[in-house]
């Protein structure tokens, strides 16, 4: 799949008093990569489901510009995408776009701390416990791994590459693989305030 280029849709939501806005692009690289590894941990520490994740604490708890901010980073057999989405009123959006990029674009600037190395690893490692909560989540786990062709106990194969993964590897793998400059824009809501 050829990478993505830059772009911008709006699709009016005249009643939502929020815009919801989705950044995404696709990733010049699979599963099989394993710098997707340090993508993964990069993208738990700058855009988790977390108070103290650099996106959530800027832009919401800092300025007070969103009232939810996210990122993710899926991998595939085929293909890859990384997505920052955030939701803010409309005369917000530019500002808490530009601040986002910027937060996302110096993850590829310098390396983690080591306090925030141990936090990414941390919160990795809780996800991969929290995904095999229910016979349910364990059973639709396996069936997507055999689909893929993955050995079952991938996520304990995940937790342990986690363990291994530098500072200097995530820096090098946002500054590679994460280019904010073809990010696409995509705002459910009211583009014209």
């Known amino acids: 799949v050829p990478l993505s280029k830059p772009g911008t849709a709006y699709v009016p939501d005249p009643v939502r008093q929020q815009d919801q806005v989705v950044l995404a692009e696709t990733l ?16 738990d520490f700058v855009g988790g489901d977390t108070f ?7 832009l919401r708890v800092q300025r007070g510009l969103v009232y939810y901010v996210g990122a993710s980073a899926g991998f595939g057999s085929t293909r890859s995408d990384f997505q920052l989405t955030f939701g ?11 601040l986002a990029l910027q937060i996302i674009r110096s993850m590829g ?16 490692l809780r996800q991969i416990e929290l995904t095999n909560q229910s016979v349910g989540d364990v059973a639709r786990s396996w069936i997507g791994y055999a ?3 993955l050995s079952l106990d991938r996520l304990y ?9 530098t ?3 995530i820096q090098e793998a946002f500054r590679k693989y994460i280019d904010t400059s073809r990010l696409s824009t995509f705002i459910l809501g009211q583009p014209g305030k």
């Open 28 to 43: 010049g690289l699979t599963y099989k990569d394993p710098i997707h590894y340090a993508i993964s941990l990069g993208n």
């Open 52 to 58: 103290a994740s650099p996106l959530y604490r800027e």
């Open 88 to 98: 803010a009123y409309p005369d917000k959006v530019n500002e808490a776009k530009q």
């Open 109 to 124: 600037e310098k390396p983690l701390t080591e306090a925030q190395l141990h936090m990414a690893k941390a919160s990795a």
């Open 147 to 149: 689909e893929e062709g």
């Open 157 to 165: 194969l995940v937790a342990r590459r986690y363990e291994k993964v």
């Open 167 to 169: 500072a200097p590897e």
